[in-house]
């Protein structure tokens, strides 16, 4: 297929969550790009963007890092708003609503409006997850066993590479079968569809799962950002107030992009990248 030239877009929102800064398996490279190339006048960060949790394990926090929350910390100069929802690994950040942090407002969960006037919940989620909220110690290990499937998925991405087989992702294929083994994921979009009901809002936006979707639960308007080290997606709102689900692996493989290095062992090509 040939590449076309990527332009910049403009959105009224964009909601991103997920990132896991200072984790190995965060997609900086494919961040930096999409945020290079799309504007908004509100950005939100529906938690989970700093990766407390694995920067408490191991410090890991190579130069991308401080490349993506510069990029965010220009976009703020510049006139942006940002908030900043944390989630249960920048839960550390929960300590501080209504702080802003050059430029970065944090909060613990906003109503947004959109253009044509519908009211959605935005929060990260993990209040509403069973597991992280009564079992963390199995929480932790359930977090210990995704960072092992990641190399897996390494490796086997080499593999089916080198085959001349498409890209698929294990670690993402291992962790759904997980949660579809308890009902998890079904069970948590209707929770927190209940918690938009009791807020009287037409819809819910959300992240922790790391499973972009965005469908009518009951007359709830239910939105997942998914996440940026599987999927790398984002939420854009346009300025009529219609929103699409925006999967940056697919539209890099397409365009002409300013790609940066991925990281070590964690080379992408175009047919991986689709």
């Avoid at 802003?100 to 959605?120: L, N, P, Q, S």
């Avoid at 990260?124 to 960072?147: E, T």
């Amino acid at each position: 297929m040939e590449t076309g030239k990527m332009e910049t877009k403009h959105f009224r929102t964009l909601f991103i969550s997920d990132v896991h800064l200072g984790s190995k398996a965060a997609r900086t490279d494919f961040l930096l790009d999409f945020l290079r190339y799309h504007e908004a006048e509100t950005i939100v960060l529906v938690g989970d963007i700093v990766d407390g949790w694995r920067l408490k394990r191991s410090w890991y926090w190579p130069q991308d890092c401080n490349d993506v929350v510069q990029k965010l910390l220009r976009k703020a100069r510049k006139g942006t708003r940002i908030i900043y929802i944390p989630g249960n690994h920048d839960e550390f950040l929960r300590s501080f609503p209504g702080v802003h942090f050059g430029g970065i407002e944090v909060a613990d969960r906003i109503i947004h409006e959109t253009a044509d006037g519908r009211k959605y919940l935005v929060l990260h989620g993990d209040q509403f997850d069973v597991v992280v909220r009564n079992i963390r110690l199995l929480a932790y290990l359930g977090d210990w066993a995704y960072d092992a499937a990641i190399v897996i998925n390494i490796g086997l991405a080499a593999i089916r590479r080198k085959l001349g087989l498409p890209y698929w992702s294990f670690s993402a294929w291992a962790k759904l079968q997980v949660k579809q083994a308890v009902n998890f994921i079904g069970e948590f979009q209707n929770v927190v569809a209940d918690e938009a009901r009791r807020a009287e809002v037409d819809g819910v936006i959300c992240g922790h799962i790391h499973h972009a979707v965005m469908e009518d639960i009951d007359g709830i308007h239910y939105v997942n950002t998914g996440d940026w080290v599987e999927s790398c997606t984002a939420i854009a709102e346009h300025m009529d107030g219609s929103f699409e689900l925006i999967t940056w692996r697919q539209v890099a493989a397409t365009a002409q992009v300013h790609a940066l290095p991925a990281p070590e062992g964690r080379e992408i090509s175009a047919t991986q990248a689709a």
